[in-house]
């Protein structure tokens, strides 16, 4: 068993896609780092928690081997890396604690255009070029096709105009790869988002108390992101109406009435565009007010 530490360690991706919004992230949470000099690991300044810059591949590895509590890395990334422990007959040792909210994209399979696509039966004795080798042999198993995956480590878009493969299994945001590349989405394997990965047992040392502190601030961030604070004023006749053109907010609450109308508010989860606050001032909304919500203890 690992030994016991009372300080935090959590690792991020160095450079990337994930590397800055997970700053962001930890220090919309609190925590402050002084930079060390090489920059592969930051002291904690605000909170006994250090980071771990390191490339995203060695992420899992690094909660696996206990080196590190917690680290941001997309669930693709885990998924592959525990799908692949689990064909070698190794246990869990680490989990997806979090969605994160950012990092959003899909692992898809994608043929090239001139393909007609007619099910995944279509892939028997084809070859399938992918980074994502452990996920993409799981996949097929559980649809019994039998195809060949061909593992690339970079550049797996091209593999079907050099002749490797006749399709791939990649990561997918826009799609502008894919049709750079004459190939088009048929299947999706994953949807696939930053994560925040853990251990899948709880150190019993000073840790326990910090990662709990974490999780919650991370909460507080994570769920209010896309939610705002919707106050304003109405008659007491036009509330069920109103609360009807709201069906992605929490009830109305009421607060001290200025005489004759009702101040209400509600956190609202949903886009509140202009439309929709015209729509609602029709309805018998008015001083309508949107504010943004930064963090919330639950
Ligand atoms: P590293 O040098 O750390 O190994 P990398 O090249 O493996 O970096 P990035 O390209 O920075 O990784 O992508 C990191 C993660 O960003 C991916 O694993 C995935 O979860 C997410 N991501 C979001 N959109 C995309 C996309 N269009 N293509 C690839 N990854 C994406
Ligand atoms: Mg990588």
Redesign the pocket.
């Known amino acids: 068993t690992a030994p016991a530490r009372d300080r935090l360690r959590i690792a991020i ?7 800055e919004p997970a700053r962001s992230l930890l220090t919309a949470c609190g925590l402050s780092w002084r930079q060390s000099r090489d920059k592969l690991f930051c002291y904690g300044e605000s909170l006994p928690v250090d980071l771990l810059l ?5 992420i899992p590895g690094l909660i696996a081997d206990g080196v590190c509590d917690f680290g941001i ?5 885990l998924d592959e890396q525990g799908a692949a422990r689990r064909r070698i007959g190794l246990p869990d040792a680490y989990q997806a604690l979090r969605g994160l909210n950012f ?3 899909r692992l898809m399979l994608a043929v090239p255009e001139e393909w007609e696509w007619t099910g995944v039966e279509q892939l028997a004795g084809k070859r399938i070029a992918t ?1 994502y080798p452990a996920i993409l042999a799981d996949w097929l198993a559980e649809r019994g096709v039998d195809a060949q995956v061909v593992e690339l480590s ?1 550049s797996v878009e091209i593999a079907p105009r050099l002749g490797t493969a006749d399709l791939i299994c ?5 799609g502008a ?1 894919l049709a750079a590349n004459q190939l088009k989405p048929v299947e999706t394997l994953l949807e ?3 994560v925040l990965a853990g251990p899948v047992r709880t150190p019993d040392d000073a840790r326990a108390g910090l990662m709990a502190m974490l999780l919650r601030r991370l909460d507080g961030v994570v769920k209010v992101q896309d939610s705002k604070l919707l106050m304003f004023r109405a008659a007491l006749d036009r509330v069920s109406e109103l609360t009807r053109l709201l069906p992605d907010a929490d009830p109305l609450v009421q607060l001290p009435d200025d005489g004759g109308h009702l101040r209400l508010q509600t956190m609202c989860h949903g886009a509140l565009t202009w439309q929709r606050l015209e729509d609602l001032e029709r309805a018998g909304a008015q001083g309508l007010m949107v504010l943004s919500v930064e963090r919330s203890l639950a």
């Not at 990649?170 to 826009?174: F, G, I, R």
């Open positions: 991706q160095k450079n990337g896609r994930l590397a390191v490339r995203d591949d060695d890395v997309g669930r693709n990334e990092g959003q994209c980074s970079g990649d990561l997918v945001s826009s790869t696939s988002e930053a």
